[in-house]
């Protein structure tokens, strides 16, 4: 098992791999006192990520009105950011979905897999 002080320091060595900056918009939905929700949103600027091109797996999925492209990336960002399922990452001008989670809990890095929004 990995001591929390080689923990610390292998994730402050990795830091330098993440050499892009994004922008977290979290989304979260509250009661409007009537029955049913809306949406709030919060934003996290300028958080370090890498954006993993190499991994990127491209589908196509029959849709009623045709065919609709999806491609999925994975997006490395710090262990301490906090991240959810419904929470949308841009980088660049381009967005991104969050579709899967990084579960471990010593990790060094976040694996986010992603799906770009068109």
């Known amino acids: 098992m990995i001591s929390p002080k080689d923990l610390a320091n292998l ?3 990795l830091m ?3 050499t892009q900056r994004c922008t977290i918009i979290h989304r979260s939905f509250v009661s409007d006192g009537a ?4 949406e709030s949103t919060t934003t996290t ?3 370090p990520c890498c954006v993993l091109t ?3 797996k491209a589908t196509e999925t029959l849709v009623v009105a045709g065919i609709e492209c999806s491609k999925t990336v994975t ?3 710090p262990a301490t950011v906090s991240i959810s399922h419904k929470d949308t990452i841009t980088v660049d001008a381009v967005s991104y979905e ?3 989670l990084d579960s471990r ?3 060094v890095l976040q694996q986010i897999e992603c799906t770009r929004i068109y």
């Open 98 to 100: 969050v579709i899967g």
């Open 16 to 18: 330098r791999t993440l």
């Open 35 to 38: 029955g049913g929700q809306t």
């Open 75 to 77: 997006i490395l960002l």
């Open 54 to 56: 190499t991994s990127t």
């Open 45 to 47: 600027p300028d958080v």
């Open 11 to 13: 994730q402050a060595e």
């Open 105 to 107: 809990t010593n990790r």
